[in-house]
């Protein structure tokens, strides 16, 4: 992940791998990492059950929220790709119960339609 991105809040992909073992913990047996997305200390991931925001916070980073979005809480996303001078991509997901949508930004770089296909693939079951 590029800083410039992270400063300007976009998300980069970072390796499922690494969060499938920093998971572990709060994982149940069974669940997988598909796809994880880091903006400069927060990220989200999708797992094969659900979406889940991750909030670093304080000066440390030591207190993390982590907040679980089963897929089934859904009600519609939707996507918009970069364009010549828009430089990012957009992600938005709407979840029952609340008007304002969950809202990430992507880097020109990452692609966009690889998240789509993910949260098609578990939302449309």
């Known amino acids: 992940m590029g800083l410039l991105d992270g400063v300007l809040g976009n998300a980069s992909k970072i390796d499922a791998s690494v969060i499938q073992k920093e998971f572990s913990q709060i994982l149940i047996p069974g669940e997988q990492v598909e796809h994880a997305y880091q903006l400069i200390r927060d990220y989200f991931v999708f797992t094969d059950k659900r979406f889940v925001l991750v909030d670093k ?21 939707s996507v918009e790709t970069a364009g010549t001078f828009d430089l990012d991509a957009e992600l938005k997901i709407w979840i029952a119960g609340s008007p304002t949508p969950v809202q990430k930004q992507f880097n020109k770089k990452l692609n966009i339609y690889e998240v789509q296909a993910t949260l098609a693939t578990y939302v449309l079951r």
């Open 57 to 77: 916070q304080g000066i440390t980073g030591s207190k993390v929220e982590y907040h679980s979005i089963p897929y089934r809480s859904i009600i519609h996303f």
